[in-house]
């Protein structure tokens, strides 16, 4: 069957319409690659291809959500396990010292440090699927990109903080619409942009 192409406003708000499909689509992904590698394992193959996908939407290349995910998340399985695997597990490490500084004169600024590495980290795996780079200088580069414009890097932070505090509120059922892929869209814009000469 042809595809139907249609242009001016119409097109662009048609383009729009779509990422509500595409998100839920991507998090159903996710939530499989990540049942498929036992959870542990499959955490940062999934977390990967989830965002290797977006970049694909965002840059325009019409990828197949479906094959292309698969296709990522087998040549990342071992691969993204220390780039992205490691620092993704020091979120316990992180909410453990939130934890227990809790009614200690340390707890905003563990507070102020947790949301400062959680931002940081959001940005990681769109600068592994922007970038081919060694393990420890992805690290740095999400380092300094992130925080070359802090910014959008906070405003990304604070607006994922919101809606997820807003949909636990209001309506629990939307955030398996919402998350992990609207967080990762808002990384790899504000990712693509920080790379941008």
Do not use: C, K
Not at 24 to 46: K, S
Not at 112 to 132: E, F, K, N, R, S
């Amino acid at each position: 069957m042809a595809e139907v192409r249609v242009g001016g406003r119409y097109g662009r708000l048609y383009g729009w319409l779509d990422w509500p499909a595409r998100l839920a689509g991507l998090n159903l992904l996710w939530l499989l690659g990540v049942l498929a590698g036992l959870v542990l394992f499959g955490l940062a193959p999934a977390t990967a291809a989830l965002y290797a996908v977006l970049r694909g939407y965002v840059l325009d290349r019409s990828p197949r959500m479906w094959r292309d995910f698969w296709a990522v998340w087998r040549a990342s399985l071992v691969s993204s396990q220390p780039v992205l695997g490691l620092p993704i597990l020091t979120v316990w490490v992180v909410v453990f010292y939130l934890l227990l500084s809790r009614s200690t004169p340390f707890a905003w600024a563990m507070a102020v440090v947790a949301a400062g590495y959680l931002a940081t980290l959001l940005q990681l795996p769109a600068v592994v699927a922007h970038l081919d780079l060694p393990v420890v200088r992805s690290w740095q580069v999400t380092a300094e990109v992130a925080w070359r414009r802090p910014l959008p890097t906070l405003g990304v932070a604070v607006l994922v903080a919101g809606l997820a505090a807003g949909a636990w509120s209001t309506t629990p059922a939307a955030l398996p619409l919402l998350f992990p892929a609207l967080p990762a869209l808002l990384a790899t814009l504000t990712v693509q942009r920080g790379l941008s000469p």
